[in-house]
């Protein structure tokens, strides 16, 4: 009877342990959809993402009762984006309607814009308002980031001074002496949480995983608030300008630039909106009691007024309580989304990826494009590997990569015929973030000529008094700031020397970005003759290591030499060429999109002492100040667009200044012209200096491909590239699959047309691949071994027994061996969503163990009895 009790039980235990399985594996499936978010919702009205109107009232309580009500503030608030987010996308946040703010914080990101009042506080939460949720996804105060311990911990030694705690809308629990917190930290957890007879409010934060940070003082709050943190408070106590209007370029952050916070494709967070209208207050406990004097305050300083020297503000219309009930309850929240993370297809996609090598000008498209390959098995599993350009296309040419991705014609070093197909039309931009004096904003309506870009890049101006003692141009002006050119043409800046003034941060490799940027002062007669050594008008000379350089060219150099001589004890320790300091290019463009991000110039000329080594060492200048910023840097139009940066308007026809957008990308591509059929398009700067409407720097990104001995799988792979990326790839959005922000959709009818028809002839012809002129058996490596997805660097080293995603195998080609192609440092990916997953993955691993375990014991044959 035993006997036959067990074989009846191992089939229903083996089949439970392969159902628990099965469950596990659906739900894997079900957890990554094919879009990452579901379809989009309605727009808003006015075509802007989000979009709501709310009637704000502050109401003051009298002793008897009775009420009084400050005029209302019906404000409006507008995203221009709110979807498929990435790490460090800016998006336009606009109100109307508010509270004209007082006392303008010179700084307004972080505790710098806590001594403003009437300020409205953007800032980024976990969680939704949605009170059906559970808790653990609810926005609440304790969900949103600070970067600081005063944002979120107030302590003050009288209830006269506790503002809050005379909160009309606030519960009874947070008019107590202690709140905020309970239980409250001990005193050895937190040894100021309650300090008799002060008051405190502790507004804890509250991470992703469930952890408690009390933030009652620097030790009890997330790792990411810690002070000299990767990235600066992106939190801002915003102006309102005098008509009640005001507007902040927002970045959020996934939880890749910030874990504790937790944002990502997942997780559903809101950027939080809170004009700040002044706290609404109860009746004073008695008729004579002074005890509700500070919430009943109402502001200290003028509206527009500036406060510059940092003087306190009345607490009660400070943006410090934000999290107060009166100011709570005035939340404009606006739900955000965040796109599949870089490494979705290192996790979901275990093939092989097929490298693409070349311009970063794709990079963002790619972002969106890879998903849409590694998740349809029907396509392969598409990579775009950061190269230079010239790197990108030896590595197609000479077999060892399947396509190349580059913006203009390459000279060829085989025999085999390379198609060129049109698949992104965008370009570069001079980016830049530049401040108003006075702390009156950010200037908005930059312009440059191309000499002035020549001035900039020939290391002509001196920086500092440093610079002086250089041969030749020591009466030089000392940054572009300063220079009566720039004045000219930018009136109203300030004229204040910096010496990030005296650069413009670019590419330390080669680049078709640096050709065309070369190209269009190449084709201006009056930066070719600053170039070529005649002075500028107001007597400026070029730098003589660069007189009489040849333009354009793919790769700048650094030719200066001269070593400043001064009493400095750090430079004289550290001799080096001042120039090359200043200018100090980066390897990517990403790297100086960030840069202006951060409004922290590369330049390298920031000593220390260290202690440690008894020595002085130079090093990156630090991160500029709010209200003095100016920096310049060439960036892709599609980093410009996704992190909110501004772009220059360059000068065209004589006086003719032109921003890219796609009317003026479009009216360069009209004048792009095609030597042969299979050709790349040639956009003539002469041309684009005749026009009052095209944007000088436009640029047509293509897939190069070899048309004779690629792999036929190859051959297919790159010919679907094209057809998708020109067809459903041109379909502007955010989602996966889609064309992103600062690129110029590729049509069959219209400007783009014939690019859209010279892209099928490509793919067509990569199809076919022309026979050989004789047999030739030539093996390709299409497959690279890196990660997938997006744009990634090729790893630095390769795994062991694997090929090196960087540079292929190499492979004969039908003209001879590959030549050793240099290509660019790199750098290794990893993913956050990879990380997340792996706890999963070796659950289920174990999983499938214990079932085929669980099968052998329970369903084997009895054995025999002797």
Known sequence: MSRLRRRSVRPVVATALAVLVSVLVAGLV????????????????????????????????????????????????????????????????????AQPSGGRASNPYGENGLQQEYPVVVMQCRGVDDPSLPKAKQLRPETCWTASVAQRSQITRSESEASWVHDLNAAAADKERVSGMTPLPTAAECPTADIAPFYTRLTPFVSAKGKVHPACDADHMPPEAAVGSAFPPNEIAAFTDTSGNGSVQFEVRSDIENESLGCNDKVDCSVVVIPINGLSCDKPSTPASNADKACRKGGRFEPGSSNFSNEGVDQ???????????????????????????????????????????????????????????LNKKRFKFQHNRTSDEAGFRLMESGRAPAAVVS?????????????????????????VVDRPDNAGEFTSLRLN???????????????????????????????????????????????????????????????????????????????????????????????????????????????????????????????????????????????????????????????????????????????SYGSRFMLGIVSLGDAERFGLRSAALETKSGRYVTPTEGSIAAAVSLTDQKGKLDPFVLDQADVRRSARAYPGAMVVYTAARLRGMDEDDAKKVAQFIRVSTSEGQ?????????????????????????????QRVADAVEKQTPA?????????????????????????????APSAAVPSAAPTATGPAEPVATDP?????????????????????????????????????????
């Not at 709110?82 to 998006?91: E, H, V, W």
């Not at 002129?773 to 062991?800: F, H, K, L, N, Y």
Request: proline share 9%; glycine share 10%; aromatic share 8%.
């Open 30 to 97: 079900a957890w990554v959809p094919a879009e990452a978010n579901g379809p989009a919702p309605a727009a808003a009205p006015g075509g802007a993402a989000y979009s709501k109107t709310k009637a704000l009232t502050r109401v003051l309580t009298n002793a008897d009762g009775t009420t009084y009500s400050f005029p209302t503030n019906n404000v409006t608030v507008t995203a221009d984006q709110t979807r498929n987010l990435r790490g460090r996308q800016r998006i336009l946040i606009e109100w109307k309607g």
């Open 316 to 374: 009660a219309v400070s943006p410090a309580l934000w999290w107060s009930a009166s100011n709570w309850k005035n939340r404009f929240s606006i739900p955000v989304t965040f796109g599949l993370p870089p490494g979705v297809c290192d996790v979901l996609d275990p093939r092989s990826p097929t490298g693409f090598y070349g311009s970063e000008l794709l990079a963002q498209a790619a972002l969106q494009w890879a998903p849409a390959y590694c």
């Open 408 to 432: 203009s014609a390459h000279e060829r070093r085989s025999e085999d015929p390379v198609g060129y197909a049109p698949t992104a039309v965008t370009g570069f931009s001079v980016g830049y």
């Open 450 to 624: 191309a000499r002035l870009l020549a001035k900039l890049m020939t290391q002509s101006y001196l920086g500092s008094d440093l610079g002086r003692g250089h041969p030749g141009i020591g009466d030089n002006p000392l940054a572009i700031m300063s220079d009566p050119e720039f004045v000219r043409l930018n009136k109203g800046l300030s004229q204040n020397v910096q010496e990030v003034g005296a650069t413009l941060l670019s590419l330390s490799e080669s680049s078709d970005v640096v050709e065309q940027v070369t190209d269009y002062i190449a084709h201006d007669k009056a930066a070719m003759s600053f170039v070529n050594g005649k002075p500028d008008p107001w007597g400026m000379r070029v730098n003589p290591a660069y007189k009489r350089i040849k333009l354009p060219t793919s790769s700048w150099p650094l030719l200066d030499s001269y070593i400043p001589e001064t009493e400095n004890t750090c430079r004289q320790k550290n001799p080096a060429v001042y120039f090359t300091q200043l200018a100090a290019p980066v390897t990517t463009l990403r790297k100086i999109a960030e840069a202006l991000l951060d409004a922290w110039p590369n330049v390298q000329t920031r000593c220390e002492y260290d202690v440690a080594t008894d020595s002085y060492k130079l090093g990156r200048v630090d991160r500029q």
């Open 731 to 759: 379909r502007q959005g955010t989602g996966n699959g889609e064309l992103p922000e600062g690129y110029l959709p590729i049509r069959a009818k219209g400007v783009t047309a014939k690019l859209y028809d010279a892209a």
């Open 773 to 801: 002129r004789e047999p030739s058996a030539e093996p390709t490596a299409g497959a690279s071994t890196g990660g997938g997805g997006g744009t990634v660097e090729p790893p630095a080293a390769p795994g062991a027994g």
């Open 826 to 866: 790199t750098t290794a990916m990893s993913s956050p969503m990879a990380g997340r997953l792996m706890p999963f993955l070796l659950v289920l691993a174990l999983l499938g163990g214990l079932v085929g375990s669980g099968i052998r014991f329970f369903v084997r044959p009895p054995r025999r009895q002797p």
